[in-house]
């Protein structure tokens, strides 16, 4: 137990229904395309059904957080979530024979509901429950650490399920794993996870709570960094393959490196939270973006054959990745429980972190809308040999999210005065204590 009461069983508690939740969002944006597309449906209905589902996604992700301020239990909605995203899940992976467009658009809107609600609330609740600025840090770490590990297990079931039956029936037994993952993890989190003091219930209509949201102090400023350096951090992971295969020459290599990358980001966690308690979260992440910078100006200049330069460049950027996974949402709390201490009006942790989603998922889109055409415009197309356009794809892949970077550093440091006034919030001491009996 640490000097705030709040003992390690209670933070891997809280943590670990991320894995299943992160488990669950890799084969939705990876695996869900081609298995319907091998199912029969045209590709251009496939696509044209995932980006409606994805736009009602990301639109109802703020009225989510707006919703759960309204009724700010933060298990119970968890609990409601989970059945939708297991059945969902098992409906969505191993469909029966037949199914077409409806039912994909169906079941994606199903999961991503449910998804979406377990994940906002379970943000919210990670931002309430600790009562100073170094434990939010730590939540929001061992939440992380659970998602990379769920991540690093979902990329590697598929192709392991899929030894006897193929892609397609991978995928259906891929449906069966999750759900004793999401039993387990869900349920360790929804009985032994501290839970928060009960919050005021928000009582503004939509449009207003949701704009209340975006003025909690610094937050609009918090959300337009955390934008700038989704975008890139994101444009790497759309093209990160077509770099490993046209620029390395290394296509069997990819699935290591991937594993590399994320291995490194989890083992980084707990380096940033040490880190941040010195110098404090700003400056940690600071350092991070800069670690990013010197990266990826580093990948811009490696080629055919540079495996082991790389294998470095994914773990010093899974590094740089634990910092953008663990210090953005550590001081959105810091924000939150400022506003908190002065009278917000009620809670806005679940429209602020629905907003904070629905750019999460904003940024992944820009990054393919942007970086995927400008590559097309700058003449390189999968497999090309030319240097030309081999130079295109390295200048997309890192120059491109070095210049990101650069400018998310520079609106950071611009306003680090309020966000840092936010890092040193600490709950008033009637709520420091996060208790099984304060919340149902």
């Known amino acids: 137990m640490n000097a705030d009461g709040v003992r390690r069983r209670d933070l891997l508690a809280y943590g670990a229904l991320g894995l299943p939740l992160a488990f669950a969002a890799l084969p939705l944006y990876v695996h869900v395309p081609r298995l319907y597309a091998e199912l029969g449906l045209p590709l251009a209905t496939v696509g044209a059904v995932l980006l409606a589902a994805r736009i009602v996604d990301a639109l109802t992700d703020p009225l989510i957080g707006w919703a759960l301020d309204r009724r700010p239990g933060r298990r119970a909605w968890v609990a409601a979530a989970l059945p939708l995203l297991g059945f969902g899940m098992i409906g969505l992976l191993a469909p029966p024979d037949g199914a077409g467009a409806l039912w994909l658009f169906v079941l994606l809107v199903l999961v991503s509901l449910g998804y979406s609600v377990a994940s906002i609330a379970h943000n919210a609740w990670g931002a309430e429950?600790?009562?100073?600025?170094?434990?939010?840090?730590?939540?929001?770490?061992?939440?992380?650490?659970?998602?990379?590990?769920?991540?690093?297990?979902?990329?590697?079931?598929?192709?392991?399920?899929a030894a006897e039956g193929g892609e397609v029936g991978g995928l259906a037994r891929l449906a069966l794993v999750f759900i004793p993952l999401l039993l387990v993890f869900g349920l360790w989190t929804l009985w032994r996870a501290p839970l928060p003091a009960s919050a005021a219930p928000a009582r503004r209509p939509v449009l207003a709570g949701l704009g209340a949201a975006l003025r909690v102090p610094g937050f609009s400023r918090l959300l337009a960094v955390f934008a700038v350096n989704g975008i890139a951090a994101a444009i790497p992971s759309a093209t990160v393959l077509f770099f490993v295969a046209d620029v390395l020459g290394a296509t069997a290599f990819a699935g290591a490196f991937l594993m590399l990358y994320f291995a490194a980001a989890a083992a980084s966690l707990p380096l940033w939270v040490r880190i941040s308690q010195r110098v404090g979260k700003l400056r940690a992440w600071l350092a991070g973006m800069g670690l990013a910078v010197v990266v990826f100006g580093w990948a811009a200049t490696i080629g055919q054959g540079d495996l082991l330069a790389y294998g470095a460049i994914c773990v010093l950027s899974g590094v740089a990745l634990g910092a953008d996974l663990s210090l953005p949402p550590s001081l959105l709390a810091d924000l939150l429980a400022r506003d908190d201490t002065q009278g917000g009006g009620g809670s806005h942790a679940g429209?602020?972190?629905?907003?904070?989603?629905?750019?999460?998922?904003?940024?992944?889109?820009?990054?393919?809308?942007?970086?995927?055409?400008?590559?097309?415009?700058?003449?390189?197309?999968?497999?090309?040999?030319?240097?030309?356009?081999?130079?295109?794809?390295?200048?997309?892949?890192?120059?491109?999210?070095?210049?990101?970077?650069?400018?998310?550093?520079?609106?950071?440091w611009r306003w680090r005065h309020v966000l840092e006034t936010a890092s040193a919030t600490q709950l008033p001491a009637a709520a420091r204590t996060p208790c099984g009996a304060c919340e149902t």
């Open 129 to 161: 429950v600790a009562p100073t600025s170094a434990l939010r840090t730590r939540f929001v770490a061992s939440r992380e650490g659970f998602a990379l590990f769920g991540v690093m297990l979902a990329a590697a079931l598929p192709a392991l399920l």
């Open 351 to 412: 429209a602020c972190f629905g907003w904070w989603n629905f750019v999460t998922k904003a940024n992944l889109a820009l990054a393919a809308g942007l970086a995927l055409p400008l590559l097309a415009a700058l003449g390189y197309a999968p497999g090309a040999t030319a240097l030309d356009a081999l130079a295109a794809l390295s200048v997309v892949y890192a120059v491109v999210p070095v210049g990101l970077k650069l400018l998310a550093v520079a609106l950071l």
